[in-house]
């Protein structure tokens, strides 16, 4: 995933400079953003951030696609990774591609060709959701925490724990994690070098000629702030603007109700945006040392976010069950006839973590598991179905404190104890401990 950021950072920062030195500094430099590096410890799916790039080369070397029918393979190409890698990315990508459809308008004056770039990114897109079952899984595609799980505007200089040489500023309640968008010590000094070179002629001078594009890699940003900051926009601690919106749009906005992801496109383009200005002002000899010294100052000020990562998952990871009580799931194991577990309620992740890989390794089905959005309308309806034949095939599992329910069946199955759960069946289970009445009562 990495090697992948690498090469594609690589291969835009080319278009750029012919410093081989130059391009696999930048290209290391990309690999370890601290938003990329966060997320490949903690949701992996999202550290394909490499997805992006793709993306952002046509926004910044337009020119290059201007009569290159590849571009049509490389929205394509974003359609397909960004539905299957993570519902995210699909946004994401579509604000970068709008960004690609009003340079092909407004420098181009190819309508034609940006209406079908854009159709042919949503088309996809929604057969990918499609085949994968996006539409008819059961899954709402609202769900709470939208303005919770928000950026903050200081986010770009907010290192929440990740840095060595910045303190921490403070945030607007416990869901901004989300919209984690440090740049890291080398990327702020990137972007600061790259703001003292606005002061030079040469670089106003080709500003100015490509203005149009300028300007559209501005909304851009805008684009990505907006949704990232809203609707509840913060600053520290402090709420600047809580935005009333109508139902509808609320409703359709808590699709991605972790917004503050949505900053990453921001990121990517301020450490591209300011690459190129240095690129453009720096002679080869002075470049390599200033990105040789950004990325010195990367790696320190990251370093010890590193080594608790490298501590963590760096060695050899095995998965340890939790269950203990070993005969009674090994006999269950073991009945062929018995082929379905049934969570009769909610139980705790790490028992039903351990649950599933043992129904798994064995052949036997669950009906649930955890999910980014709960599919609670389709475990109850499997649940009550169920509930009305007690098939010889169906164990069913009972948190310990849901005695109503347990209490309900007793006349028409056993219950045992078993893991800080008991497990109800039609018949008996012989040589195991059967609770009595009074212990359900």
Request: proline content about 2%; charged content about 15%; aromatic content about 12%.
């Amino acid at each position: 995933m990495l090697h992948l950021q690498g090469v594609l950072t690589a291969r835009m920062i080319r278009n750029f400079t012919e410093n081989k030195a130059v391009i696999i500094i930048v290209s290391v430099i990309f690999e370890i953003i601290p938003t990329v590096i966060w997320r490949m410890f903690v949701h992996t799916s999202l550290a394909g951030q490499w997805i992006l790039l793709l993306g952002l080369e046509i926004l910044f070397v337009h020119k290059k696609y201007q009569h290159n029918k590849k571009i049509y393979m490389i929205v394509g190409l974003m359609g397909i990774l960004s539905a299957c890698v993570h519902m995210y990315f699909v946004l994401m990508s579509g604000i970068i591609l709008l960004g690609i459809c009003l340079t092909d308008i407004l420098v181009y004056r190819r309508i034609k060709r940006s209406g079908l770039l854009l159709a042919e990114y949503l088309v996809i897109v929604a057969v990918i959701t499609w085949l994968l079952g996006g539409f008819d899984s059961g899954m709402p595609t609202q769900a709470e925490g939208l303005g919770i799980h928000s950026s903050n505007i200081n986010t770009f200089f907010n290192p929440q724990g990740y840095s060595r040489i910045y303190k921490d500023l403070p945030l607007y309640g416990n869901g901004q994690y989300e919209g984690f968008g440090y740049l890291g010590g080398g990327g702020i000094l990137l972007l600061l070098l790259s703001v003292i070179c606005l002061a030079d002629e040469t670089i106003q001078k080709c500003l100015w000629r490509h203005r149009k594009t300028g300007a559209i890699i501005i909304l851009v940003v805008g684009m990505s702030m907006i949704v990232a900051l809203s609707p509840t926009v913060t600053m520290g601690s402090s709420v600047i603007l809580q935005m009333q919106l109508p139902q509808r749009i609320e409703n359709a906005w808590s699709v991605f109700r972790a917004s503050g992801r949505i900053i990453w496109v921001a990121v990517y383009i301020i450490m591209f945006a300011s690459s190129i200005v240095i690129i453009k002002t720096f002679n080869k000899r002075l470049l390599v040392a200033v990105f040789s010294i950004v990325l010195l100052i990367q790696v320190y000020d990251s370093l010890d976010a590193l080594k608790i990562r490298y501590a963590t998952y760096g060695g050899t990871q095995k998965y340890v069950s939790i269950l203990t009580e070993n005969d009674l799931w090994d006999y269950i194991a073991q009945r062929d006839d018995i082929q379905h577990i049934v969570y009769y309620s909610i139980v705790d992740k790490p028992i039903m973590y351990s649950i599933t890989d043992w129904a798994i390794r064995n052949g036997k089905t669950v009906n649930n598991f955890y999910f980014a959005r709960l599919i609670n309308d389709k475990v109850s309806e499997n649940r009550e179905e169920v509930l009305k034949t007690l098939p010889e095939d169906t164990i069913f599992i009972f948190n310990e404190y849901e005695n109503e329910g347990m209490y309900e069946l007793q006349n028409v199955m056993h219950y045992y104890p078993i893991d800080g759960l008991v497990i109800g069946y039609r018949d008996k289970i012989p040589g195991y401990r059967e609770l009595s009445k009074i212990e359900l009562y």
